[in-house]
């Protein structure tokens, strides 16, 4: 076999993840690569923090991207911050909440699990009880926004109560990020780790994290050193803290330049902004779902406007559905998974894919393959009930 350039199609992504990038952002990665301890090179990495720190909301010095997906984040805030045979609540209402669990268990923890039913939110009161119960726990662990539903669950409440019990938080803002109101310092987060590929729209492969200092001095005290040599962050600091830089990993140098892009691009546009946008957006996309006829599986109150679960209409197999808006409009939506695969399609409005175009694109192809499937739907009304909103706002 020879082989040749391989050359992807142009998709529209709608999915749970990867979104759409920017043409800045792609553009950025083309720039000539350059040594990984390079002075210029580290002065970006400044940047780079600086500008995680913004995003994030955060002061916190320990604000950097990890060189691997948001679940290594994940890892790496469980192998550093659990001792082996320590109790870790955990709450899981979704695929992701499920995954925490798992790792904490792989680090050496043992797990508490409140779960609460996918599509609902965590329920702050299941937490307070657990606590009380748990008088040993000093971690808590919860996703803030759960990309498997589209459920937004209320991490500032959740901290207050893990605090009031003495207990440091661990939590996921994958798909929060960028995307829905996100506030580390005010909300007293201790641990939260990210991606790079959703609301910030860059490219795959990078875990944004953030520490404070309780989480640190907790990191201080362990007994047993980290487990994991590519992640224990004392390590890493050597690599990514403002002091002398000495080798750690080779960093993914054009990666850290689209990452370093996409962050100018959020800051630019202004977090509060781009905010309101995704929920603006979401709106807009809302307003066309229903008028056809379909329904969401989250109500509204705690929906997530970037992760829209939509329930798949009777005898409509979401399978074909997927693959023929794939191949015939080069559009992906996410597929549901666990217990809600074929039962829910996920529609990303997330970063830079939040936009009007990709609404319109999405409804319409979404009417045409649905109607050619039969299924029981409203035509020629979607698109119209997506721009009344658009413009009464
Ligand atoms: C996508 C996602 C992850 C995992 O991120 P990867 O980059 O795929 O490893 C973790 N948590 C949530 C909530 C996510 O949406």
Redesign the pocket.
């Known amino acids: 076999m020879r082989y040749t350039s391989f050359n992807p199609p142009v998709r529209t992504l709608m999915g ?2 990867p979104s759409d990038v920017h043409p800045r952002v792609l553009t950025a990665m083309a720039r000539p690569t350059i040594g990984h301890l390079d002075p210029a090179f580290i002065a970006m990495m400044e940047e780079i923090k600086g500008l995680l720190q913004y995003a994030f909301q955060t002061s916190n010095a320990l604000t950097i991207p990890l060189s691997a ?4 984040g ?1 890892e790496c805030c469980f192998v550093n911050l659990v001792e082996p045979g320590e109790e870790v609540i955990v709450c899981v209402n979704g695929v ?1 909440g499920e ?1 925490m669990k798992d790792s904490i268990e792989r680090s050496g923890g043992v797990p508490i699990v409140i779960a609460d039913p996918m599509g609902s939110p965590v329920d702050p009161n299941k937490l307070e009880e657990t606590l009380r119960k748990h008088r040993d726990a000093r971690l808590v662990a919860f ?1 803030h ?3 498997s539903t589209g459920v937004l669950s209320d991490a500032k409440q959740l901290a207050e109560i893990a605090h009031h019990h003495d207990c440091l938080t661990i939590v ?1 803002t ?2 929060s990020l960028g995307g829905s109101p996100l506030k580390v310092d005010e909300w007293g987060l201790d641990a939260v780790f990210s ?1 790079s ?2 609301c910030l729209s860059c490219t ?1 492969g990078l ?1 944004p994290i953030t520490l404070n200092d309780r989480a640190l001095d907790k990191i201080k005290q362990r007994k047993i050193r980290v487990q994991s040599w590519f992640l224990d962050l004392n390590l890493l600091m050597g690599y990514w803290g403002s002091g002398k830089r000495a080798y750690h990993h080779t960093a993914p140098i054009n990666t850290l330049y689209a990452l370093h892009e996409a962050l100018a691009m959020l800051q630019e546009e202004g977090l509060e902004h781009s905010w309101a946008r995704h929920q603006h957006m979401h709106r807009a996309l809302r307003s066309g779902i229903e008028a056809m006829g379909l329904a969401f599986l989250v109500k509204e109150s705690v929906r997530l406007p970037q992760l829209n679960a939509i329930m798949v209409p009777q005898g409509v197999d979401d399978a074909v559905l997927r693959s023929r808006l794939l191949n015939d409009y080069n559009l992906e939506i996410g597929a549901g998974l666990g217990s809600l695969a074929g039962k829910i399609v996920r529609i990303g409005l997330m970063g830079y894919g939040a936009n009007m175009k990709n609404v319109m694109y999405c409804l319409e192809a979404l009417e045409a393959v649905l109607a050619d499937m039969r299924a029981p739907i409203q035509k020629g009304v979607a698109m119209n009930a997506a721009q009344n909103v658009a413009v009464l706002n």
Do not use: L
């Open positions: 749970s993840g997906p948001g679940s290594a994940m992701f995954r996703v926004a759960e990309t996921d994958v798909t991606g590929q959703k795959p875990a």
